[in-house]
């Protein structure tokens, strides 16, 4: 039973058919890194998984259990399902110690001890430890960003789910939040990512899937999309990023 099952997923955004019968599914502990062109359906098949979007057909189920609606059930999947998003989302008037406990603390009712020494240990394991009582403002958007992901992690979820983690960060603060994302994968840790890091999913990912206009065009190992992309789609797309690289 896979952890993540994606069948038949269709979105629509008005007359614009954002998502094309998706069908994936995820395994417990893979890390399948999603790419392709701008407009191609990434983030929003990224959101999908968590109902941050909606869908008009098909199912996605995690755990085994279907996607709620919404109330209480979508609440305790979000729980489950960590995201990390393009822009860090914390709470500006919260230290960085807060911004980590309030959802264990509030959520899973977890005491304020257990909370703030688990938050600790996670701060610790992506290197900002000693930021703790700062606020968001004082730090440089790599360190928040590694923040957000201690945030994420700290609810246990059973699957992490990257929105372009790094497309907002200064290219000298890319690499201390790819290496965050790197250890995590190495740690066994279920994720999805969208990035347009090709040296990350290079060495991170189990599996990259190529999207192109909404559709689910290639998936193979990084080994075998990299040197040997089967449709002309991925083929053209990789001739213009790697020519930058």
Known sequence: ??????????????????????????????????????????????????????????????????????????????????????????????????????????VRKQNKAEANKRAMELLDRVGVKHQAEKYPAQLSGGQQQRVAIARSLAMDPKVMLFDEPTSALDPEMINEVLDVMTGLAKGGMTMVVVTHEMGFARKAADRVIFMADGELVEQATPEEFFTNPKSDRAKDFLSKILTNE
């Open 1 to 106: 039973m896979a952890l993540v099952e994606i069948s038949g997923v269709n979105k629509h955004f008005g007359d614009f058919h954002a998502l094309k019968d998706i069908n994936l599914s995820i395994e417990q502990g893979e890390v399948v890194v999603v790419i392709g062109p701008s407009g191609s359906g990434k983030s929003t098949l990224c959101r999908t998984i968590n109902r941050l979007e909606t869908f008009d057909e098909g199912s996605i189920t995690i755990d085994g259990k279907p996607l709620p609606q919404e109330g209480k059930a979508l609440a305790k999947l979000r729980a489950d399902v960590g995201m990390v998003f393009q822009s860090f989302n914390l709470f500006a008037h919260k230290t960085i110690l807060e911004n980590v406990t309030l959802g264990p603390i509030k």
